[in-house]
């Protein structure tokens, strides 16, 4: 992108905008966003961030960016005026919803992100106290510092300021996901895409690979910057999506507590997966969902299962519910990255693609990277690795029944959590306890072991933090196959998955009803057991 100088531009006739050079300013990437989509031609002129702009001053009457003048009309500086120039400048496609309640939710939230005090503001907030802290004085130097508002209670209360912007939009993007649609509002692009597209850059970045920028440093006025595509607003729409769940995972934001941390196990999953696989665009070439396990097949060739949800309250065959349902013959030809946001579904089986495809994604990233801080034990089972002694008091999430076989009478004390007590035989079901006692058992144990369905079911961030305790963490089962170190810092010490070593074999399986049992002709059990671990002296 060729920047004018104010000198060169301000007698210019047309639409001239004044953009942040060299770095990736949020507002003046939305309202470059806004003009591409709308294919309005505008010319570039240059404002540099954190400096007095004196020019661009005497011209506009305003220092920061982005400004946008059009012919001889006033400067425009403010989101919403921006974008209403774009609206009447090129009515289509129409960035506001025609109908009046639609419009006024995309108003509306599009100023909670992009308004004075929304969310945006916030985290600006915090990346200036980043800034003090790294710069010292001098940074206070830099005009941004005083124009708006630093100070350490507005960095204090930016958090609790931020999270219920995000909830809402969260709340958004899956009443949306119920009925088919991409989109934070309707079935089609609004602004509100857009300005999330662009303001969620300020957390999390995309590499220079995927969206090339220029450096911050130079001082010419001269910049070349990639143009956004239709698939580069998908891409920021769905790491939107991720930080909606997971706004602690950036040390820069300054979120505190572990707790919090703990809560977005499944996110921090898909962010260390971007950065190990740089965020490649993996297509899923197939999508199976049987009655045991539901597997999905990347155009890499990698599988990964998982549990199928069984006891499903919405499995009418009604408009309503196959609006929520995975979009049967859609899914194959899809970014994986898109799919494996369905994690974060409300709808079981959604969950149930998500996470299949992110096992498939881990296998992937194995596959390239190598193993740091632990070891795979190829054909070994979950309970051979956690080396179980006498002196153990066991809790299983999730009735294993060779497990339980295996360990009864033979360690100090034996729990099993399951909100399915028919699972057990008559003769073990002392050992039963309901769900809602699932914190105070775990907290006695020595050895814990989920079923990896917790990832499906939910509530493995919960029975994590209650089995801290323990001295081992065992994440078991088919679907138990992630990316270990994301696992592992947050308290899991074995994975016992799969490793698939048939994938056709494998989806034939998943088709034809196969449940785990039928695994052996097409994978091995694995462990990936963290350095910690310990496979000696077992009571097995």
């Known amino acids: 992108m060729e920047y004018k100088t104010v000198t060169e531009a301000k007698d210019l006739p047309g639409l001239r905008l004044a953009l942040t050079v060299g770095g990736p300013a949020p507002w003046s990437q939305a309202a470059k966003s806004i003009f591409a989509v709308k294919k309005i031609p505008y010319i570039p002129v240059a404002q540099y961030g954190g400096q007095a702009n004196e020019e661009l001053v005497a011209w506009t009457g305003h220092r920061n960016a982005p400004v946008a003048m059009y012919d001889q009309e006033p400067a425009r500086t403010g989101w919403y005026e921006i974008l209403l120039l774009a609206e009447r400048l090129a009515p289509t496609p129409p960035l506001l919803p025609r109908q009046v309640e639609d419009r006024a939710l995309v108003i509306g939230l599009s100023n909670e992100l992009c308004g004075e005090e929304g969310f945006t503001w916030q985290a600006r907030h915090l990346m200036f106290d980043s800034l003090l802290k790294t710069q010292g004085e001098a940074f206070k130097q830099n005009p941004m510092f005083q124009s708006y508002g630093y100070s350490t209670q507005n960095v204090a209360t930016a958090p609790a300021k ?134 999905v097949r990347l155009s890499s060739d990698q599988v990964g299962v998982a549990f199928t949800p069984r006891d499903l309250s919405d499995t009418v065959c009604c408009p309503r519910s196959a609006a929520a349902a995975p979009p049967a013959g859609r899914m194959a030809g899809e970014e994986a990255w898109l799919l494996a946001a369905y994690a974060f579904s409300p709808t079981p089986l959604r969950r149930a693609v998500g ?186």
């Open 162 to 295: 931020m999270r219920p912007i995000l909830e809402t939009l969260s709340a958004r993007l899956h009443k949306q996901q119920e009925v088919g649609s991409r989109y934070f509002v309707g079935g089609q692009l609004t602004a509100l895409d857009l300005y999330w597209a662009n303001m969620s850059q300020i957390i999390t970045l995309y590499p220079p690979e995927k969206n090339p920028r220029p450096s911050f440093s130079a001082s010419s006025g001269r910049r070349s910057a990639s143009p956004s595509s239709r698939r580069l607003i998908r891409r920021s729409l769905f790491t939107g999506r991720l930080f909606l769940r997971s706004i602690s995972c950036h040390a820069a934001t300054g979120f505190p507590t572990e707790e919090f941390r703990m809560k977005d196990i499944g996110a921090a999953w898909i962010e260390d997966l971007q950065q190990v696989l740089s965020n490649d665009p993996v297509m899923v070439s197939e999508v199976r969902i049987g009655v045991f396990y539901t597997a």
């Open 355 to 540: 996470v299949a495809t992110l096992n498939a994604l881990s296998t992937l990233a194995l596959t390239r990277c190598e193993l740091l801080q632990g070891r795979s034990l190829p054909r070994m089972d979950a309970l051979s690795a956690a080396a179980i002694q006498p002196e153990d008091r066991v809790a299983m999430v999730g009735a294993f029944i060779p497990f339980i076989k295996r360990l009864k009478g033979k360690v100090a004390a034996l729990w099993v959590v399951d909100k399915h007590p028919q699972s057990l035989k008559a003769e073990d079901l002392p050992l039963w306890r309901s769900p809602e006692q699932a914190t105070e058992v775990l907290a006695q144990a020595s050895v814990v072991i989920i079923s990896g369905s917790a990832l499906i079911e939910g509530g493995l961030d919960a029975l994590l933090l209650a089995a801290q305790p323990a001295r081992q963490v065992v994440l078991a089962g088919p679907t138990a196959s992630p990316w270990p170190p994301t696992f592992w810092a947050r308290g899991v010490s074995i994975l016992g998955g799969i490793r698939v070593v048939d994938g056709e074999k494998l989806l034939q399986v998943v088709s034809e009803g196969g449940s785990g049992y039928f695994f052996e002709e097409c994978a091995e059990k694995v462990c990936l057991v963290r350095d910690s671990g310990s496979t000696e002296n077992s009571v097995d």
